[in-house]
């Protein structure tokens, strides 16, 4: 039995919300991706040069990106030979196995949150303009929140117009407690947020900073110089340092997560707009790329919609349907 049946056979016997949202999610990818790779399959019952030349470029399609895409093939290429595979239907299990094979590359993949032993934990956001960043805060405080936990966000992004506002509007929405100061320095703000979270006993602090990436060396700096503060203030922090890419920009994505990861140690990543893109690859792509973990993903636009990452329930719903059947 490959990976895939043994997905399929948890899946559909749980069939719960999370596993429809992810089936809801990759929707666009799949009906691209799958739809390519099934017909390739019907045209091509022998696996030969013309038919992995065919899935290469299903898979770069998908935004798998051409590394990861040359890795895939590479591997499926030995095991044809090693397993004497020789028909295209034999061969999709072992597509699914790889792609999966491929995420996990023998890592623990972690997608919990560092949570600190003692008092606050503090999470650091970053990401360029336009990402979802404040969306993203404002969904995981509701999600922290309805677990129970006491979470102060605090508005670093002194920089963007409107980024203060929108984050207001979040704290109300959902109801917790935000740090913000108009026209001020954000490490300044980040301190007082920190002082009050300190004092009042909160559990997370969900910390928004500034989105720029055209000046790195200033973004560097002022990265340096917050973390700096933070660790002063409490030790080992900050405990996670998210990166929020928006999925639809493909390829961008990979770069963007590239440059981060330059300037200040990136613990994780949220891949806002999953579900409003055909090339849903890219999670694949940016974990092999820069083996940074996807932590969240957007699946939909409701608060709700923002979900831990399982590469399980996504690769479920990335090849539901392979069989023809369902």
């Known amino acids: 039995m490959g990976l895939f049946d043994k997905f399929k056979n948890i899946f559909k016997k749980e069939e719960k919300e999370e596993v429809k949202l992810y089936d809801k999610g990759l929707e666009k990818t799949r009906d691209n991706f799958l739809n390519a790779l099934l017909n390739l399959n019907k045209n091509h019952k022998i696996v030969d040069d013309e038919y992995f030349e065919n899935l290469e470029e299903i898979l770069i399609m998908s935004d798998i990106g051409v590394n990861t895409v040359m890795e895939i093939i590479d591997r499926l290429k030995k095991r044809v030979k090693k397993e004497n595979i020789k028909t295209s239907d034999e061969l999709k299990d072992i597509i699914v196995d790889e792609m999966f094979i491929i995420y996990v590359d023998g890592d623990i993949i972690t997608n919990k949150i560092n949570y600190a032993d003692n008092g606050p934990t503090v999470i650091l956001f970053v990401g360029v303009n336009g990402a979802g960043k404040t969306t993203t805060i404002g969904k995981i405080a509701h999600k922290l929140k309805e677990e129970g936990k006491k979470v102060l966000m605090v508005a670093g992004d002194t920089f963007r117009a409107g980024a203060i506002e929108q984050l207001d509007e979040w704290a109300k929405k959902i109801g917790v407690d935000i740090v913000s100061k108009e026209n001020a320095d954000p490490v300044s703000v980040m301190y007082d947020g920190i002082l009050k979270a300190k004092e009042e006993n909160y559990d997370v602090i969900l910390i928004d900073t500034a989105g720029r990436l055209q000046n790195k060396i200033g973004l560097m700096k002022e990265l340096e110089k917050v973390n700096k503060v933070i660790g002063k203030l409490i030790e080992n922090a900050p405990h996670e340092t998210l990166l929020v890419i ?58 709700e919609d923002l979900r831990v990452f399982d590469i399980e329930k996504y690769i479920y719903g990335l090849f539901k349907g392979i069989d023809d059947n369902g």
């Open 246 to 303: 928006d999925a639809t920009t493909g390829q961008n994505g990979i770069s963007q997560a590239k440059n981060f990861k330059e300037i200040t140690n990136i613990t994780g990543i949220v891949l806002t707009k999953l579900d409003g893109t055909a090339k849903g690859g890219i999670v694949l792509a940016i974990k092999e790329e820069t083996k940074i973990p996807v932590k969240y993903v957007g699946l939909g636009e409701k608060k």
